[in-house]
Each structure stands twice: as C-alpha cells, then as structure tokens.
C-alpha cells in the first residue's frame, strides 16, 4: 500500500531520500568507475597512490573543478555557456593589475569578480532578455573576450609585482602542508554550489526551468530571470577559476584557459547532466571532472605519451555518454 | 475537511457564503492579432459548484481558461474572486487569488518528486530560500491522507502515469488553498475506472466548497457532474443553464450552432483482397499478440482509451518501430519491422496523432510539406522538378479546398484543419493504398471534421484499406465498417459496426 | 489560416531587412565601401584575388557544415580533422609520389572520420556536439602518434605546389575548387532531392521518418560529406604549406560554424542556405583583411567576427518575430 | 639579467662535466623535461639532443608536452615532483606563468633547468641570444643585398608577439639590416602565431596591400615558408625576394635551400645542441656545480654554401654536425634581453 510505505519514508526522513537521489543520478556508477581508475593507476604506477600524488590532483583538478561546475549550471537550466575559458584569462587581468597598484588581494578578487560578472550578464542577457541562441551569444563572447584580452595586454602576461604571500598561497601551498588550498578553496565553493542546486529555492528552479521553461513560467517564476543568474554564476565560477589559476601562475597568462570550455562541457556531459537541461547534479560533475583527472594524471605517471591521454579522455566521454544514452533509448 | 486543510496563518478572505460567487467573470473579452479570441463573456461559479464549460474546438475555452490562470491578460472584462477584483500579470497571480488550473498538457516538471511538484511555486522556503523538504514531504502526504490519493510522494513525476500527475496537479490546488479548480479536458486520458476515480475526488473537492470549472465536450460526463453548463461558440457566450435542464441534443444544438445530421456520409465500399494481415505481434511498446485483417475498400476502426496501444500499433505496422514478435504482411508481403522505407514501398503510411511533433515542417512550405513523402516522383536524376511538384501540390489544394493564400507560404500559418488535409496529401500524392489514420481529427474544428471524415469515406470507396485509430466513439461508429477494441496493448474485443453497442465496446475497452 | 489583411507595402530598407540574404549582402556592401574609402589598396585585383584566397578553404568545409547544421548536426571535430589530413595526404604522396593517391587519401580520410562521427551520432546516439569534442581530442592526439613533426614534401612533385598556388584565367585555383563545391552544394541544397530531404529531416526528424526515408541514412551523409570536403581542403592546405602540418586547424572548427551560423543556417535544423554560407565567409574573411589593410592591431580579427556574429543571430531573431532560437 | 650576469659557453660546460665530474660524482638517474610544444619541430630537435645526450650518460629521460596550456605545464612539473625526478628542465610556456612552479620548486629542492627564456628567480637557463641570433642574419642579409647592388630593402617580418624571445629575434634582425642599410623599413610587422597556416594567411592579406617587398624575415621557419608560400599564392615573382628563417628547425628549411629559390639565409640555432647542452647542464645542476645564470647555446647565419658544414643533408633527414657546431664561439653575453624590452 503506496500510502503507509509513503508515511514510512517521510519518517525514516534523509537516508533513504539521499540513497534515492544517488541511486537515481546514476552516480553511483561514476563512483565506481572513478575508484576503478584510482586502483587501475595504483597498480600500475608506485607513484600515484601517494598522498602526494592525490592531493596533487585534487589541486590540479581544482581549476576545472570551479569552471565545469559553473557550466553545468547553465546546462542543467537548458542552455549553455562556451565563454569561460576567455573569462579566465580576462579576470587575471583587472586580478594582477589591482593587486599591482594596491597591494590588497581582496581588491584584486573584487576586480576580476566585477569583470567576471560583466561578462555574464552581457552573456545571460543577450541570452535570457534579446533570445539569441546560447551556443552562439557564448561563442561570440569567447572570441570577442580572448580578442579584447590579447588588445589590452598586447600578448604580454601581465606579472604579479605585488608578491604577496596570501595571493602565492592561494595557489600554491597546502593547508597543514597536506590539501592544496586551490582544492580547498574549489572544494567549498563546490559544496556551496551543489548545496545550493539542491537545498534553496532558487537551485530547485534552475532545474524546473531546465525541466521545462513553460511549467516554470506557469508557476510563476520569471524564467529569464533565472537563466540570467546561471549565467551570473557560470561566469562567477570562471573568475574565481581564473583567480587560482592567476595564484598559480603569478602573473596573469593572456594564452590561459584556451580550450578549457571542450574540457569543462565533457566533464560536465560526463557527470550526468543532460544537454537537454534539467537533469544532472553537481556532484555527478565533481565526479566527472575526477575522473579525467585522475586519467590524466595516471597516463603521466607511467609515462604514457601525452597524446595518448587526449585520445583516451575522447574514448572515454563518447563511451560514457554512449551507454548513458542507449540506456536511455531502451527504455 | 476544509478547515483541516488550512494552515492557521492563511486569512479566511474568500467566505463559504454560498449566496456570493466564489468567482465572477463580466464582459471579458480577448482579443488576438486578426482574431476575437473571446468576445464579452460573463459567468459565475459558486463554492461546491461544479461548472462545465462547453464548445467546439475555437469556441473560446482555452482563451478563458488562460485569462482566468493568468497566463493571458484580457483585453477588457473583469474577474473576481472573493468579491475583489483581481489583476493577474502571471500564473502565480492567479494562483494567489485562489484560481487552480489542471491544463491538458500536465504542467509538472517530470523530473521532481511528486511532493516537490506539489510545492513548486514557493517550495515552503523558509529564511535565505531554504527549501523545507522535511516540511514538503509532510504535508504532501498530509494531503494526499486527506484527500485519499494513493500516490507515493517521493517518486519521480514521471513515473507516474497521467491520471496520478492529474491528481498531483489537484493536490497542487490544495496546498495552495484554491477556491476555484478548473480543469481542462481532464478525462481526455484517463481509463474508465481513472475517470470514476476522478469523479470521487470532484465529489470531495465540492464537499470541500471547493468551486470547480469542468471543460469538456463528452456530454456523458457533463450530464453526470456538472451542476450548470456554460456553452461558448465563437468566442461567444451561447446560453448558461443547470444541466437538469439540457439533453444531449439541446447542448449539442448550443454548441454547434446547428444540427448536423450528415456527419458521418457512408458511399458504397466495395470490399477487395486483403491487404494489410497481422499475426501475433508483440512489440517492446506493450503491444501483445495483435492479430488482424484488413481488406481493401473498408475502413478498420481501432477504439482504445489512453494508454490502450492505439498509437503503438499504428507505428509498429507502418514500420516506425521495432517488433518483438509476430509479422506483419502488406499485399502478401513480409514488413521489415524498424524500417519504414519498406512499409513505404509496400504501400503502407502513417497519418501521424501528433501533427506538430511528427508530421509538419512548421517553417517549410506547403507544397514542401505536401510532396515529402512522393518526392521521387518529381526527382529525375537526383533534380526535383518544381515546377512539376507545385502543379500537383495545386491539384491537391483544390481536391481537398485546403485554404491558404500561397502555396509557398509557411503551413505553421494554416489552420489544424487544413494543415490535416495537407499532411493526408503528402501520403494520397505518394499513392499509398494502405493508410493508417491516428486520430485523424484531434484538434480540428466541426466543420473541417466533417470534411475529413468525408474524404475518409471517400478513400474506402476509391478502394483504400483503412485502419482508424480513435478515442471518439462517434467517429469510431460513423465511419468503421468493422470495429477492433484495444485494452492494455491487446485487442479485448472485436465487432461489426450494425451489431456494436457504445456499452460493449466501452465494455472492452476497459478490461 | 492565411493571413488576410494586406500589410502596407514594405519599404526597400524594410524589404532589404526581411529578404533571407539582403542583411548580409548589405553588410557586404557596406564593408567594402567602407574600406575602399579608407584604405587605398583595398578595392585592388590583387587584394580581391587574396581574399578569394583565404576564404576557400573556409568556404569548402563550411559547405559541408551547412548541410550538417540543417540536418540538425554539428561536427566540432573538422579542425583536427584537417591538421591529420594534412599530414596524411604530404604522408602519402611521399610514399607514393602521385598527387591523385595523395588527394584521394586526403578525402579519404577525412570521409572516414565523417563516417565515424555518423556512427557515434547515429548507432551509439552520442549528442553530436559532444561525440566530435571527443573526435577532436582524439584526433589532436592521434595525430602526434602518426607523426611526431611536420611532413615535409619529400616528392617534390611540380604540379603539386600549383594546387594552392596556382592560377586559371587569373583567380586562384583553390578559389575555383571552393567556387565548384559552393555550387554544387547551392544546387543540391536548393534544386536536389538530397538536400530536400537533409531540410526534412533537420526540420522534423519523425516526420522524415514516417514519410520512408531514414533520418540516421541523411545525417551520415551529411557527416561523410563534411568530413570528405575537409579532407579536400586539407589537400589544399597541404599543397598551400608544402608541408603535412599536424599544428594547423587550430580553431578552424569555430570560424567555420561561426560562418554557416552567420549565412543564416539555424543550430536547430531545417532552415539554411549555401548562398548565406557564402556571404558569410566573405564578410568574416574581409573583415579579416580588412584590418590588416587597415593595419589595425590584429587582435581585432577575433573580436570583430565574435560581435557581428551575435549581431546577425539578433537581427534574425528580429526578423523572424522574436521566436526562441 | 643586469651586467653582473656571468655567462660562460655550452662549450665551456660540456668540457669541463667530462674532464671533472662525470665518473667521481653521483650522476642523476632520471631526468624529467616539459616541453611547452612538442609538436614543433624545433623542440622535436631539442628533444632529440636530449635524448642522445641522455643516453650518452646512463640518464633516463622523461618527456611531458604542455602543448601550449600554461596550467597543464604547472601541473606537470607538480607531478614530476611527486615522481621525485632527480632534474626537472623546463621551456615555459610563458616566462611570467612559472614563477611560482618555480619557487615551489626550490622550496622543495627540486633543481630545475630552464631552456629559452629567462625567468624570475631561476637557477639556470640554457639558451641561445634571440636578439644576436636575429642580428647576425640582419647583417648576412643586408651584405647580400649589397653584395647583388640593391637598393634599400623592404622588409616584411612575419612575427609573433606572443613571446618576447621572438620580439627579440625581429628586432635582432631589423637592427642587424640597419648597420648595411640604415633606412631599411620594415613595411609590414605581422602577427603569424608562429605556425605556417596562420603565417600564410596573414601574408596574403599584406602582400595584397603592398607587395613591394624585398625580404620576408620570418621568427623560426614555419613563419618565414608561411610567408613565401603567400608570396607565391599571390603569383609575386620570386627572382629579386630574400627569405630568412629563423631556427633550422628542421628540414623544410633545407629543403627550400637546395631549391635555389629565394630563401637563401638561414639564422641556425641548434635545438640539438640546446638539448645537448641542457642535460649538461642539469647533470651540472645536480651535482652542485657552480654555474652561470646564463648558459648561452652558440648561433650563426647559414646560407647555401656553408649549410653542409652544420648539418649534412641527403634530402630526407639531417644529421647534425657535431665538430662544427661545437667550434662555434657563443657570445660571452647577449646584446640585448628580454628585460630589456
């Protein structure tokens, strides 16, 4: 009888809700294929399993982290946003140019947050507010964002003279000389950004408006609106990308994030969200963007030629989104 | 049980008086480009009332319907509800002002829980837009206690089947208190025993003083819960009168404006060989072990209720989708299931139920749209000859006196009717002999109905064999000469047309 | 029903807007007036003869592209696919000192790639967009395990530099290669029983479907074209670098889509035109030359093309009514 | 890099490592290089040196590409770390980007070795003078021109901005011309992206504005064949044009040479020997040897004649000439830096 067994799960409260939600994203299978590399990698290399090595990735991994869970967010409330890899090379700029004048971090961050979200909502309204076509709005913005980069800074990568140790720190070193602060840093926002998508009202209507943007608009939610804020937060999430990436590079790289929008779409496709919006989870991204990472890095510690980690990373997102999607079609 | 619904917070501001309307419409009026979508249409409806809205396809119901969601903004007129006059500037609106609809295309998000569905406008966030799941989850089953549904509240929406994601969409009026319910067209999809369910749960809401809208235009289910009919017809009120006043012909007479006797026009068929035989097919869609014949020159009526395996069985035998068992023979030979570039050799097609999602190319052209299916016959060495393809397009359009100022216009402009007769061209140019029609007449006015149905009569006659895939039992009974009934992806009943009762064949359909 | 009630007539501006090519060719029109005004050597044989030039090899694969976006596909993976064919086709003809072995290995393998990316697309329905990402990252590795450096010309065939170089009653021949797909393409896309049916099926695949023909049969044609005429232009770059260059392509992919998105072809299928694709590629590779002409900072390529991209897609939204993309 | 800079030459290392060090000290055993773009022909050369060298010296050698994307480079050196290589030798991507890497490096005892451009706070760079290199061919350029009576050259430089080595190198070459032809003009300053595609296209462009060119200067050979293969598309003709490339990176090079066509200098840099040197001088590193900031690698201009001298040529490989390369004299110190920019 559905109605006491729905009494039971109303009682035994979030256990059995938070097994329903991984059971129901798939994610489990991302879990273990992510432990199926780990141990793949171990076996064959007496380097990666260290806490070295791990931590490594998790710092390395961090950058992308940030930047495929902001796209994600654009994919899930059904658009898209290919713009990212341009924001992360422009927000170092105002970053570094800032922190050279000021010598104050937190202005630095306050610069390339504003500059980063100049570009969203120039993206999010041309996309939300004038209806043009997300994938082309975005694709204009990466060229016109890189181009105007390149203008400013003449091709030159602009240096951090400030050196403050806060700024080196954010990059480059380990909190208690373990965990890297970059994926400290990505770590909580992430968790913020998967507690938001799950836990506020606002997370829950990106999806319904991914879902379907009529039903959305017939409970009354301003749809455009909401798709302004994904693209708010996806570039948000690009700047504070960019702003690690700036600490571990000490200087702001005109050439930086060149191609990172391909990585961030196949981590996030690889996570279990769906082009088609609506669908997928944040932690399901955190998990795709680890397991290429972890490929990555396994391929580099036996030494595997560097081209084979792009041909295998292209098997492994067409193998991934093959099966997902015949699962589907059986169905 | 409506004081045990209200939460205390929320003021009684809309009173149970039954002397007050619970919702009053004066002179409202809509107006789209070109059209006068709903001219000076004035109504009340009273707590534990419930109201049908009648008229044909175009009357104005959809319009008024959508004025009262807030979803449209009039263009003059007022609605009250609690004796307060109220603006709407979106869904939400209306829903604050107490006014609940249960669209036809159900508007849940089919992804989220049932629960999550059920608190979708304001998900009970608490402080910084929390969502309260705990709190969610609660009074979702609270509700559905109450109201006696039996639906999990923690599934996924679409797992649900759509008479459960109705009375989702119902338990979305009750946490939200609404005074007024409408529903449009909520049986369209429901089993027989789903509508007596349904029934109970009107039942309960108008016990609840709950004021209820009903649009539909099955009489039978007029005459049994409706307390008042409202008929609009062209955009025009038409008459409001209790129910125990109307029979069948009084309504119809309102709604149509006209008796129509020659609805249903039966030339003489003569009866050829057997052109289409299926045995024992069962496909992955729920199909099982379908057998039947059909001969050329006679029109083969398929009648199942929502979910029964009409649109399944018409994909499977045309070739659209695979097959797990059985065959499927056109003029003696075998189908290759999965591949309807066979069926379409073999002289077998699809008249689509879904014209939008399976059946135009919304921008393209009508002539384009008409010569799809017979472009080889105007393609000589890989070159379309198009000068050809529009004198044949042109023949067609006046053949069947598809209205349109251009051929080359966009056939997203034509109205339903019309762009019906155009998709029925695309196969009749292709010189199909086997045509099956799924819902051939959803969405189309009377008017270009009784056009259509004539020029099915006329296919069978000309010597077409005809499978009819229906929901409507007059269309079914007016134009099958032999009648198969489809429950649960079997065929439960099979019958000639003289010796068929609506009983026996319902009867069937709901085994 | 038909709209009845006759608009009031239209004027040439309002007329010019609405026609499915007068915004780009105006935008053509201007460009060059503008920058023959202002810049002496532009309105030159010499300098329309370089921009005929530049925009073949765009215009080639752009081609295929249009019939690929119409049929509701992508293909991100034509710039990889281009620097492999390269590398290829200088492999081959090395190996077997003849230009047509060369060419045909060229188009070979970029039909070959096509056909794979029509097998992940249609059998393994992998989402096409990301199906080619990953083609693209296969590729750009695979084409480091072929060859660690450049393919020199080691045949040192004289026809061979002609392919790019030379000339035929004054234009370039690869203006005249990519003049001959553009209209071949034009007159399948517009005259043809094939491109009908690429618009059926981008336009409604179901629809296609239920009236006998095979939506997936149309896609990996229009896959296997794209990948075959970026493998004729990078039998082109080839003769054009004298090298095999497995660097080359870089970014290829996005000024082609970013051309047929301009010429007006939809990413939702259904609607394009060779001639857009056309103007478009003109625009984008004047605008190019133009800023060199101009002696603009360089930069300023990637930076134009991005806004009037976005700028077209909004007066087309415009145009068609505001209608979501 | 100011004047207390000590610079000695490669020569000078690779002696010294063989008569002193090699068989009494520890020798690493694992030697961990990031390629910032393994796929240019240049560092396949470069790698090539080091991997002969390595060989040579019992050493293994491991090779990451970053392939342009400066995080990726990062990355690797963070994993070559976790790997405990003994040397890490690096081309940055951009010299500005690895500064911290840097840093973390020397915090964690790791010796690095950069190759190419200097970078803040590095231990050793092993490198050739871009801006001397671009000079010498200036100056070989502009004495054949005058040597065949020509009037002032126009000079077309196909470019890259992107990296101040390159910027160097044309200023190098422009400076170089200036000292035979003071009122040499460089006529059209483009952006080529360092690859033979884009160098190609940006070439027509300008060629189609003016043509009036007497040399195409190109930053390493890609640039300079993208440039004449512009030039050619535009069905200029070829007689009275002077090509220089930059690099000798690999055969093309030679290949146009022995063509007897226009591209008649060549500004050789080695890679071979860049790599070569490198592993020396990591070896040195390791071992705690005093050495230079600077480790200049030896370049010179080739033409026709003398091209054999440094590599030998039979139309499908080149082999390098070790004796006359190692007889090459590197400068104390280069003319001028990128700091100086």
Known sequence: MPRSSSTATVRTGGAIGLLRQVAAHSEIALVVSLVVVIAVFSLASEYFLTVRNMTNVLGQASILLLIAAGVAVTLICGEVDISVGSIVAAVAIPLIAIMNVTESMTLGILGALALGLTIGAVNGYLVAYMRINALIVTLGTLFIVRGAVYLYTGKRAQADTAYLESFFALGNERLFGVLPYPALVAGVIVAALIWVMRHLRFGRRVYAVGGSAEVASLAGFDVRRIKFYCFLISATMATLGGILLASRLGAAVHTSGIGYEFQAVAAVVLGGVSLAGGIGSIFGVVLGVLILAFVANGLGMINAPTEWQQVITGLVIIAAVALDSLKKGRR | MVEDLATPEAPQTGDTDAARPTLRVQGLTKRFPGVLALDDVSLEVRGGEVLALLGENGAGKS??????????????????????????????????????????????????????????????????????????????????????????????????????????????????????????????????????????????????????????????????????????????????????EHDHASLIKDMVGREITDLFPRSDRPLGDTVVEVRGLSTATGLSDIDFDVRAGEVVGFFGLMGAGRTELAKAIVGYDPILSGEIRIAGTQLTPHDTRRGKALGIGLLSEDRKGEGLMLEASVTRNMTLAALDKFT??????????????????????????????????????????????????????????????????????????????????????????????????????????????????????????QEAILDAAIK | ?????????????????????????????????????????????????????????????????????????????????????????????????????????????????????????????????????????????????????????????????????????????????????????MVVLARMRAGRLALAVGANPSAARLSGYSPERIKAVAFV????????????????????????????????????????????????????????????????????????????????????????????????????? | MKTALKTVSALAIATGLLAGGAAAQEMPERIGYIVNYATHEWYQNVIKGMEDRAAELGIEIEV??????????????????????????????????????????????????????????????????????????????????????????????????????????????????????????????????????????????????????????????????????????????????????????????????????????????????????????????????????????????????????????????????????????????????????
């Not at chain 4, 040499?184 to 952006?191: G, K, R, W």
């Open chain 2, 380 to 501: 000589a060495r890989g070159f379309v000859d198009a000068a050809a393809e529009r004198a044949q397009a042109q023949s067609f359009v006046d053949r069947f006196r598809i209205k349109l100022a251009r051929l080359d216009q966009p056939i997203g402009t034509l109205s339903g009717g019309n762009q019906q007769k155009a998709l029925l061209s695309r196969w009749l140019m292709f010189g199909l002999r086997t045509i099956v029609l799924d819902e051939p007449t959803r969405g189309i006015d009377v008017g270009a109905k009784a056009e259509i149905f004539a020029l099915i009569d006329e296919l069978a006659a000309d010597g077409f064999a005809v499978i009819l895939m229906t929901s409507e039992m007059p269309e079914l009974l007016g134009l099958s000469d032999r009648i198969f009934v489809l429950s649960g992806g079997r065929i439960t009943g099979s019958f000639d047309t003289e010796t068929a009762t």
């Open chain 3, 225 to 325: 074209v794209t990948g075959a005429l970026t493998g004729l232009a990078a039998v082109i770059l080839t003769s054009l670098l004298n090298a095999g260059q497995p660097t080359a392509g870089t970014g290829f992919e996005l000024t082609v889509i970013a051309a047929v998105l301009l010429g007006g072809t939809s990413l939702m299928g259904g609607r394009g035109t060779i001639l857009g694709t056309i103007l478009a590629v003109l625009i984008l590779k004047v605008i190019d030359n133009g800023i060199i002409q101009m002696r603009w900072n360089q930069d300023l390529q990637i930076i134009i093309p991005g806004i009037v991209l976005i700028l077209a897609l909004y007066m087309d939204q415009r145009r068609r009514g505001g209608a979501g993309g």
């Open chain 4, 64 to 341: 990451i590409d970053a392939n342009l994307d400066i995080a990726r480079q990062v990355a690797a050196a963070e994993d070559f770390m976790a790997r405990d290589m003994d040397v890490i030798i690096m081309t940055p991507v951009n010299e500005e980007g690895v500064v911290p890497i840097l840093r973390r490096a020397k915090a964690d005892d790791m010796p690095v070795v950069l190759e190419g451009n200097p970078v803040q706070g590095m231990d050793v760079l092993v490198a050739i003078c871009d801006y001397d290199t671009g000079y010498l061919a200036g100056v070989a350029a502009g004495e054949l021109l005058k040597e065949e009576g020509r009037d002032t050259p126009r000079v077309m430089n196909v470019g890259l901005p992107l990296l101040s080595a390159t910027i160097l190198r044309s200023q190098g070459f422009m400076d170089g011309i200036q000292t035979i032809y003071p009122e040499a003009e460089m006529v059209h300053d483009l952006d080529g992206g360092g690859n033979p595609d884009r160098s190609q296209e940006v070439s027509s462009a300008a060629l189609a504005a003016d043509s009036d060119i007497d040399v195409i200067y190109g930053i390493n050979d890609s640039s300079a064949l993208g440039g004449l293969q512009a030039w050619r598309a535009a069905g200029l003709p070829e007689d009275d044009l002077l090509v220089v490339g930059t690099g000798a990176e690999g055969l093309a090079f030679l290949h146009e040479m022995f063509a007897d066509g226009p591209f008649k200098l060549e500004a050789a840099m080695f890679p071979e020997m860049i790599g070569y040197t490198s592993i020396d001088t990591a070896v040195a590193l390791f071992q705690g040897e005093d050495l230079p900031e600077h480790v200049v690698s030896p370049t010179t201009a080739v033409n026709v004649d003398n091209v054999t001298d440094f590599y030998s040529y039979d139309g499908e490989s080149r082999q390098i000439q070790w004796d006359a390369v190692n007889a090459l004299e590197a400068p104390a110190q280069c003319m001028k830096y990128a700091s100086d920019l």
């Open chain 3, 1 to 185: 029903m038909a709209v009845s009630d006759t608009p009031p007539r239209p004027t040439l501006a309002q007329r010019i807007m609405a026609s499915e090519h007068g915004f780009l060719a105006l935008v053509l029109a201007v460009l060059i007036v503008v920058l023959t005004l202002s810049a002496d050597r532009f309105l030159t044989p010499a300098n329309a003869v370089a921009i005929l030039h530049q925009s073949s090899l765009v215009l080639i694969v752009a081609v295929g592209m249009t019939f690929l976006l119409i049929t509701a596909e992508v293909d991100i993976s034509v710039g990889a696919s281009l620097a492999f064919g390269s590398c290829v086709v200088m492999a081959v003809m090395n190996e077997t000192n003849s230009i047509l072995l060369g060419t045909l290995a060229g188009v070979g393998f970029g039909a070959a790639v096509g056909g794979i990316n029509a097998v992940v697309t249609t059998v393994l329905r992998v989402n096409s967009l990301i199906g080619t990402i990953a083609m693209m990252m296969m590729l750009q590795g695979g084409v480091y395990l072929f060859t660690r450096e450049a393919v020199q010309n080691h045949h040192q065939l004289p026809l061979f530099p002609k392919i790019a170089t030379g000339y035929v009653l004054g234009i370039p021949v690869p203006a005249i290669i990519a003049a001959a797909v553009a209209a071949v393409g």
């Open chain 2, 63 to 244: 319009t008024l319907i959508k004025l009262l969601a807030g979803v449209y903004r009039p263009d003059g007129g007022t609605i009250e509800t609690g004796g307060v006059e109220r603006h709407f500037a979106s869904p939400a609106d209306g829903l604050a002002a107490g006014i609940k609809v249960v669209f036809q295309e159900i508007a849940l998000i089919e992804e989220f829980t049932v629960a999550e569905n059920i608190f979708l406008e304001d998900h009970l966030a608490g402080r910084f837009g929390r969502v309260a799941w705990d709190e969610i989850r609660r009074r979702a089953a609270e509700i559905f206690d109450r109201a006696g549904f039996d639906i999990d509240p923690e599934v996924k929406v679409k797992d649900l089947s759509i008479s459960q994601q109705q009375l989702v969409e119902i338990s979305r009026a009750l946490a939200h208190e609404a005074k007024i319910v409408i529903m449009d067209e909520p049986t369209s999809s429901l089993t027989p025993a789903e509508v007596r369910h349904l029934f109970g749960v009107i039942e309960r809401l108008k016990a609840m003083g709950i004021a209820i809208i009903y649009v539909s235009h099955k009489l039978e289910e007029i005459f049994e819960i409706a307390d008042t009919c409202v008929v609009l017809r062209d955009g025009k009120w038409v008459s409001t009168r209790p129910t125990a």
